[in-house]
């Protein structure tokens, strides 16, 4: 376990709804990363946040947002949801942000949301 | 755009065999380079990971070799075992960027 937790474990929706995922990361760490794994695209980066700013962004559409939280949780905000938007979605949490050398990244258990 | 390029996609292995992950990778900014495992089911987490000053780096039965003027690295998993059958991640590190993965199977 690797005490970075994600809500809800499966999510099921139609194409045009709004979703939110949710992520509290590790007691400590100040930083969280977003993550979306689909079988054809591998891992790909989304964004990144440390305590409470946006650090860096990735692959990120515009249809999706995230946030983090003055108690560090996180949420993406995934809207105008499509068919393609079914993937697992990963958060990551770290003590330091990106910037920091060797900085281990502990994963969460994921979120496999599915659009149908 | 940064780029990991990993091979194989995927990869079966007889028990006792020894696997082999390649990684390559374009720009020479990344300053760490470290191996992800990911089980079915489970999120990523961190094998062993490497620092560009070292050409090697041993824990247990995994290693990673690093040739820093190729741009390559790679995961060797020596006496590899069905509990070994998983996905690898390779990453590099200045912003996070990983490979596509490799799926390796252990067959005993």
């Known amino acids: 376990d690797s005490g970075v937790t994600q809500t809800p474990k499966h999510l099921i929706t139609a194409t045009g709804q709004r979703v939110t995922l949710r992520c509290s990361p590790r007691?400590?760490?100040?930083?969280v990363y977003w993550y979306q794994q689909s079988l054809d695209q591998g891992l790909q980066f989304l964004i990144h946040?440390?305590?409470?700013?946006?650090?860096a962004k990735g692959n990120i559409l515009e249809r999706f947002s995230a946030q983090q939280f003055p108690d560090l949780h996180s949420e993406l905000n995934l809207s105008s949801l499509e068919l393609g938007d079914s993937a697992l979605y990963f958060c990551?949490?770290?003590?330091?942000?990106?910037?920091?050398?060797?900085?281990?990244?502990?994963f969460g258990p994921g979120t496999r949301l599915t659009v149908l | 755009q940064q780029q990991v390029k990993q091979s194989p996609q995927s990869l079966i292995v007889q028990k006792g065999g020894i696997s082999i992950i390649n990684c390559a990778y374009e720009?020479?900014?990344?300053?760490?380079f470290p191996w992800y495992q990911q089980f079915p089911g489970k999120g990523p987490a961190l094998l062993i990971a490497?620092?560009?000053?070292?050409s090697e780096k041993k824990e247990g039965r995994f290693t990673i070799s690093f040739n820093k003027s190729a741009k390559q690295f790679s995961l060797h998993i020596m006496d590899s075992q069905p509990g070994d059958s998983a996905t690898y991640f390779c990453?590099?590190?200045?912003?996070?960027?990983f490979g596509a993965g490799t799926i390796l199977r252990v067959k005993s």
């Open positions: 990551a949490s770290s003590v330091e942000g990106l910037a920091g050398p060797y900085n281990e990244q502990f």
């Open positions: 007691s400590g760490d100040l930083s």
């Open positions: 946040y440390y305590n409470g700013e946006e650090r």
């Open positions: 720009n020479t900014a990344f300053d760490y």
């Open positions: 490497i620092r560009p000053d070292v």
């Open positions: 990453a590099a590190v200045r912003g996070l960027v």
